[in-house]
């Protein structure tokens, strides 16, 4: 009877002894569970969380840079800033220009006389190349009846000396239209190289140095390659604008110079037949 109850008193110690056991690592596994969602929950709300590197941007690039390459960015940057300005003022004239150009087209056809048109230039003045080549041509025609050909230039007839005067006019407009194209058409035309010669100096650091380091390292060469590609891209952000510019600046002077010659014989004919044409407006 004593040895049946010892095997069984044994027996429950090993029982006890397995459950507590198996309680502590339930425990610890839940003590591990709660840490790790822990850490997710910390994960989560950014506090361990590494933060990600922002790119760098096109100063970081150029700042790293030789003074070649600043310089070349600086040049970049000032054709840039004059080709927007010389963009600007001559949209802002050329469309005062053609408003002031319509209103004097309908104040002079609509005259009753040369007096009257004289009187009209006399008090708002001649702000713009139509009423310029009115006044003239106007003044050409009666100084020559008045006083004949007092100068050499004035030689010859009432009708030549006033085609001299429209023709010489129609010069002195045309060259104050075309009033910083020119600069435009450089900026275009030269940008883009200015810009390639930033990006053989990027390549040429690239190439350096990958020979003065053991092995190719892309840290070596991400700066001067990203030195040559913003050169690049700077120099056609230069250029395309310019050239549409000047394209379109070209075309409109084309279109108000016709329409200058048009009424240039328009008017030469009433001042010399005395017959009022059709007058066309812009």
Same mark, same amino acid.
């Given at each position: 009877?004593?040895?049946?109850?010892?095997?069984? !008193?044994?027996?429950?110690?090993? &029982?006890?002894?397995? *459950?507590?056991?198996?309680?502590g690592a339930g425990q610890a596994a839940q003590e591990g569970a709660a840490i790790?969602?822990?850490?997710?929950?910390?994960?989560?709300?950014?506090?361990? +969380?590494? &933060?990600?590197?922002?790119?760098?941007?096109?100063?970081?690039?150029? +700042?790293?840079?030789?003074?070649?390459?600043?310089?070349?960015? +600086?040049?970049?940057?000032?054709?840039?800033? &004059?080709?927007?300005?010389?963009?600007?003022?001559?949209?802002?004239?050329? !469309?005062?220009? /053609?408003?002031?150009?319509? #209103?004097?087209?309908?104040?002079? !056809?609509?005259?009753?006389?040369?007096?009257? $048109?004289?009187?009209?230039?006399?008090?708002?003045?001649?702000?713009? @190349?139509f009423s310029h080549l009115a006044s003239h041509a106007i003044h050409a025609r009666?100084?020559? %009846?008045?006083?004949?050909?007092? /100068?050499?230039?004035?030689?010859?007839?009432?009708?030549?000396?006033?085609? /001299?005067?429209? #023709?010489? %006019?129609?010069?002195?407009?045309?060259?104050?239209?075309?009033?910083?194209?020119?600069?435009?058409?450089?900026?275009?035309?030269?940008?883009?190289?200015?810009?390639?010669?930033?990006?053989? !100096?990027?390549?040429?650091? *690239?190439?350096?140095?990958?020979?003065?380091?053991?092995?190719?390292?892309?840290?070596?060469?991400?700066? @001067? $390659?990203?030195?040559?590609?913003?050169?690049?891209?700077?120099?056609? *952000?230069?250029?395309?604008?310019?050239?549409?510019?000047?394209?379109?600046?070209?075309?409109?002077? #084309?279109?108000?110079?016709?329409?200058?010659?048009?009424?240039?014989?328009?008017?030469?004919?009433?001042?010399?037949?005395?017959?009022? $044409?059709?007058?066309?407006?812009?």
């Amino acid at each position: 009877m004593s040895d049946l109850l010892q095997t069984a !008193w044994v027996l429950l110690a090993q &029982v006890a002894q397995d *459950a507590a056991t198996v309680t502590g690592a339930g425990q610890a596994a839940q003590e591990g569970a709660a840490i790790i969602e822990g850490t997710a929950q910390l994960l989560q709300s950014g506090g361990a +969380a590494p &933060v990600a590197a922002e790119p760098p941007g096109m100063l970081h690039f150029v +700042a790293q840079t030789d003074v070649v390459g600043k310089t070349l960015f +600086a040049i970049l940057v000032l054709m840039s800033l &004059v080709s927007w300005y010389l963009i600007f003022v001559k949209s802002l004239s050329n !469309w005062r220009i /053609r408003r002031l150009s319509s #209103r004097f087209l309908q104040q002079f !056809w609509a005259a009753s006389s040369l007096e009257q $048109v004289e009187n009209e230039i006399a008090t708002h003045g001649a702000a713009e @190349p139509f009423s310029h080549l009115a006044s003239h041509a106007i003044h050409a025609r009666n100084h020559h %009846v008045k006083y004949g050909a007092v /100068r050499l230039e004035e030689k010859g007839s009432t009708s030549a000396f006033v085609t /001299r005067t429209i #023709r010489k %006019v129609i010069d002195e407009e045309t060259a104050k239209l075309e009033n910083g194209l020119t600069v435009l058409a450089s900026i275009g035309s030269t940008a883009p190289f200015v810009g390639l010669f930033g990006t053989v !100096w990027g390549v040429y650091h *690239a190439l350096i140095g990958i020979g003065l380091s053991d092995g190719v390292s892309v840290n070596r060469i991400a700066g @001067p $390659v990203g030195e040559a590609l913003v050169m690049t891209g700077l120099g056609l *952000a230069v250029a395309i604008p310019a050239v549409l510019a000047y394209n379109a600046f070209v075309r409109t002077n #084309r279109v108000y110079l016709a329409q200058l010659d048009a009424f240039a014989h328009d008017l030469f004919t009433f001042l010399s037949t005395g017959q009022q $044409v059709k007058g066309k407006g812009i």
